[in-house]
RNA sequence: GUCCGAUUCGUCUAGGGGUUUAGGAUACAAGACCUUCAAUCUUGUGACACGGGUUCGAAUCCCGUAUCGGAUACCA
């Protein structure tokens, strides 16, 4: 057909990625690999201003934790390099002078703060104040100026910028992946900055520049760009380039009221908005990240990847694998979609219960230090996991993150402190501790401890002396785990095993007394 | 203000003129299971922003209105 495809990330680094942008990069990684094609990370920092040092860095390892890291950027298969755009920064005068030469640019002159004052006075009057045909014959530029004038203040060092000379009259057509036809009329285009008077280019023209010599393909980003495609293509054209494809993703909003997904919702409503936890350097405030707040990364990607788009199929999970074969740029939503935090802990939750016990016996392990500090049969490794890999099994149903197994199962490390008040109350009645002391001596007196044996013999006695499981049950689970939840009884008890089990009965018989 | 975009259950969405009593997921509620809690399963509640057209027929096409969002910087 054409082309191999180039897509390209280009995030600015001005403060950690946010999961919008998150998307944004899965969006282009997704759409990469299923054309066989090129994800390419580039760093647009054209505005010194607003520099964040570690920003570049959180980027870096916001994709690698997402597992969608670039296959060409800084410092990987430099082919088109370099990647970041202030080390560019000799390329694209060039560019600039010959738009001026071909007569779709012109030098500028106007200070920043006549065009300040321009625009109050408009908007006092109600008006806005656009700097393009309008009114560019009346500015301060080399439209105005006769040649001399303008070589003189060029050659004096007077500070300039280099505006686009927008095309009059003419309707732009233009083709969307996602939102299909555009139409836009170019007497509503202002004349937008291309070169800076610092030397720099801004956004628009090293974008373009940029993606024309790194031969990309497709470009994908945020909603927030439908307004300057118009200019976009038009620079293309002024240039007699090929414009790449472009598909503009929906915005993600706040999962309540009005508005796109801010840092402060996260803070407000307790989910994070960052893929790793951020520390400001200047303020020391930390953000939360996914990461850290012990989401897995295919549940990261996959709920990321539902939001604004899906397949049209009924399937939900998809591992990054899928996602490839099954990602289709033209299903993506045109609306703007607001965050979810449930459906974001269902997706951790279904990755959680799909993880092997062994594997999730580990992480328990590695990241409590509670359950490490514990162990089965002196010291022994392998028994020990063995345990907590079953302890696993019994529990993982019931959680979302690694970090609710503590809470879960910490009956199964050790005999519980103390008895939750209201749950006592409730279970344990006036005849309870004598019930409890005839329990001690059935089970005492038990070869086969296994879960089902136990669970027969005492259902039986209970049976037999027409007690009621009303009266045993919830005074046994209380002594056993301190608190009315839990796994299956007998579970518990053949884990523990009898003299654990009779020890906390006794405990617990001594304590209600 | 101007320009651009969007609008289906609370939320994410399926839907491309008749096969739709508008489907799924999540959330919520009830029941089942378990004499615990949760998970799980079953069932239920719940939506085409409004108004005009076009058409035999519209959630689907067109035009208005409303609402929301984005852009309107020598930021990206």
Redesign the pocket.
Known sequence: MSKPVRVRF???P?GPLHIGGVRTALFNYLFAKKHNGTFILRI????Q??YVANAEQYIIDALNWSGISPDETIGKNEKFGPYR?SERKGIYKKYADELIASGNAYY?????EE??AL?NEYQEN??????NHHNREKLNNSLTLHAEEVQKRLKNGD???IRFKTPVDKTLKMQDMI???????TN???D??L????G?????L??IVDDHLMEITHVIR????????ALHVLLYNAFGWDAPEFA?L??I?K??????LSKRDGDKLGFPVFPLEYKNESTSEISKGYREDGYFTEAFINMLA?????P?T?Q?LFSLEELIQAFDI???????????V??T??FQ??YL?NKSDGELAELFLEKDSRVSHFHVNGNDKENNLDYITKVVSL?K???TFVSDFWD?SSFFFEAPTEYDAK?SKKAWKQDASGLMKELISILSNLEDFSAENT?NIV?QW??SKE????????PF?LSL?G???????FDITSFIGKEETIQRIEKAIEYFD
């Open positions: 280009a995030p600015s001005t647009e920092d054209t505005d201003n607003r755009q500028a002159f106007d200070t920043a065009l300040d625009r109600k008006k806005t104040f656009i700097y500070k300039y910028v939102r299909g036809d555009i139409k836009i009329d509503t285009l202002d937008k900055i070169f800076k008077s610092d720099m280019p801004t956004y628009h090293a974008n945020g909603e927030e760009w439908l307004p300057s495609m503009h929906p915005l909003l999962p309540t009221g009005k508005g796109k539902f939001l604004g788009w899906n049209g009924e939900e033209s299903k993506v939503v045109k609306s703007g979609a607001k965050f979810d449930d459906k802990k269902w939750h279904q219960i529990i149903e019931r959680a879960l749950a669970e259902k209970i049976t007690i009621g499981f009303g009266k045993v049950m919830p689970r785990v608190a009315m939840k839990g796994p299956h009884l």
